[in-house]
């Protein structure tokens, strides 16, 4: 099993940056698929981004893409999410999620969630 704790999030305006992070517990974290879901008031939890256990295969949402970057630190058990040139539409609770298989962008595939965190773009 693991357990995940999500960070970073907070205001910013549009065109600014942040960068979350994933912290996991367990000691197989290098053996867990983790993606980036958000969901934003009333509508329904959507994919971001996606990373395989090596790091070396990545997928984003269109919606996202040229903008988000993916990325893990399996020494430090840690996923990070780099978020540029944010827009008002990207603001939406993030949550990271891990699987032990392939990256799928449906939610309900994944087995461990970390709590969320909330971004808020301003325009």
């Known amino acids: 099993q693991v357990q995940l704790v999500d960070s970073g999030g907070g205001l910013v305006q549009a065109g600014g940056s942040l960068r979350l992070s994933c912290a996991a517990s367990?000691?197989?974290?290098?053996?867990?698929?983790i993606s980036w879901f958000r969901q934003a008031p009333g509508k329904e939890r959507e994919f971001v981004a996606g990373?395989?256990?090596?790091?070396?295969?990545?997928l984003y949402a269109d919606s996202v893409k040229g903008r988000f970057t993916t990325s893990r630190d399996n020494a430090k058990s840690t996923l990070y999410l780099q978020m540029n040139s944010l827009k008002p539409e990207d603001t939406a609770v993030y949550y990271c999620?891990?699987?032990?298989?392939?990256?799928?962008?449906?939610?309900?595939?994944?087995?461990?969630w970390g709590q969320g965190t909330q971004v808020t773009v301003s325009s």
């Open positions: 999620a891990a699987r032990r298989a392939p990256i799928v962008v449906q939610p309900h595939f994944y087995g461990y």
């Open positions: 367990a000691r197989t974290f290098s053996s867990y698929t």
């Open positions: 990373i395989n256990w090596g790091g070396d295969s990545t």
